[in-house]
């Protein structure tokens, strides 16, 4: 009998260790090197862009800075951060009739294979920076500094097209980020025009 539970709780202490071990793996960053590089340059190039006046660097210097660094951002998130990180990947394909076709994948069972700290890193970083610009556009436009207005457009489109992508891919290639985005919106109409028919 004590042999019998003495085996049950080895089992179960056993049980406990591989779901600890399972939860530490799905916790811990798979890709430090490439969660670096992730947001180095993501990162990099709206400290550029906000210190360059503070610094007093000049104008053709800091652009030719912040546009190597999202040029590097682009292609480092496009390329490899997106397909290490999340498991995702997006492309333009011209055919043979030079039709341009955009290719939306994601990698089958990813939720298993992708760890946390590096999905909420990857979002994190893909969504904070494109909304920075877009705030450093406003603050350009309305200190009429218009000069700088050609880099953070730059800035906005190539760290917008990336969120664009990889939120197509997760969505679904296929989808329309319109017909989902109308279908959230219509769907928490239904239930709030249902609740308050309920209420009365």
């Known amino acids: 009998m004590l042999t019998g539970d003495a085996n049950d709780e080895d089992v179960s202490l056993f049980d406990a260790e591989e779901d600890a071990g399972k939860r530490s ?3 811990s960053v798979k890709h430090p090197v490439a ?5 180095f340059f993501r990162v990099s190039g709206v400290l550029v862009y906000l210190l360059c006046d503070i610094i007093g660097v000049s104008f053709i210097a800091s652009m030719v800075t912040i546009i190597l660094l999202l040029s590097c951002d682009f292609w480092t ?3 490899i951060t997106g397909r290490l990180m999340v498991g995702l990947r997006w492309w333009n394909q011209v055919d043979d009739d030079g039709r341009s076709h955009w290719v939306f994948e994601s990698r089958k ?8 700290s590096d999905s909420r890193i990857f979002w994190l970083g893909l969504i904070i920076c494109p909304i920075l610009w877009l ?9 009429l500094k218009i000069k700088w207005m050609p880099v953070v457009i730059m800035g906005l489109v190539l760290q917008g097209a990336n969120l664009y992508g990889y939120v197509k891919c997760k969505v679904g290639g296929k989808t329309s980020l319109k017909n989902v985005a109308t279908n959230y919106f219509s769907r928490q109409f239904l239930k709030q025009a249902l609740s ?3 209420e009365s």
Do not use: A, C, P, R
Request: charged share 25%.
């Open 196 to 198: 308050k028919q309920e």
């Open 135 to 143: 705030i450093s556009s406003f603050s350009t436009l309305f200190s």
């Open 77 to 79: 998130v496009k390329n």
């Open 25 to 27: 793996k799905k916790t």
């Open 109 to 116: 069972g990813t939720e298993k294979q992708v760890s946390d």
């Open 35 to 39: 969660s670096f590089f992730h947001l």
